[in-house]
């Protein structure tokens, strides 16, 4: 019996052994449990960091989509009002052309009254000769 109680003895020692050795086990695992929970909290914080910087980026697009959309609005009116200058350009060219052709038709007019003009004086300087010459000859 007394081997039995020895062998017992050894046998409990070996379970305290063996639980001492679970033991640190279990607090070795608690402290990677306590890790893994630290990490997950980090994992956690950054995924809410980077949904932040989501919802910020998704903001900045929707800002940038409104300013190409006024940057596209702009461009249009410059386009139209370059329309604008082009026609009312041409209706000034149109008018300048059209005012030359006056002037030109004026000064034809003009040089048509000087030629008539000329040919009145010539002709009232030969009538005052031929009154002078008729005076005389009466």
Avoid at 8 to 33: H, N, P, R, Y
Avoid at 42 to 55: R, T
Avoid at 96 to 113: F, G, I
């Amino acid at each position: 019996m007394e081997e039995l109680l020895t062998e017992i003895l050894i046998e409990i020692k070996g379970l305290k052994a063996g639980q001492a050795v679970m033991q640190s086990d279990i607090t070795a695992m608690q402290g990677d449990i306590k890790g893994l929970k630290a990490g997950q909290i980090a994992m956690q914080d950054e995924i809410k960091s980077l949904k932040d910087g989501q919802i910020a980026m998704q903001t900045d697009i929707i800002v940038m989509r409104a300013d190409i959309k006024d940057l596209k609005d702009g461009q249009a009116a410059i386009h139209a009002e370059i329309k604008n200058l082009k026609e009312s350009d041409a209706a000034i060219l149109d008018m300048l052309e059209k005012t030359y052709r006056k002037v030109e038709a004026v000064e034809d007019n003009q040089d048509r009254m000087s030629e008539s003009t000329r040919y009145l004086m010539r002709q009232g300087v030969q009538h005052e000769e031929d009154i002078k010459r008729i005076r005389k000859a009466l």
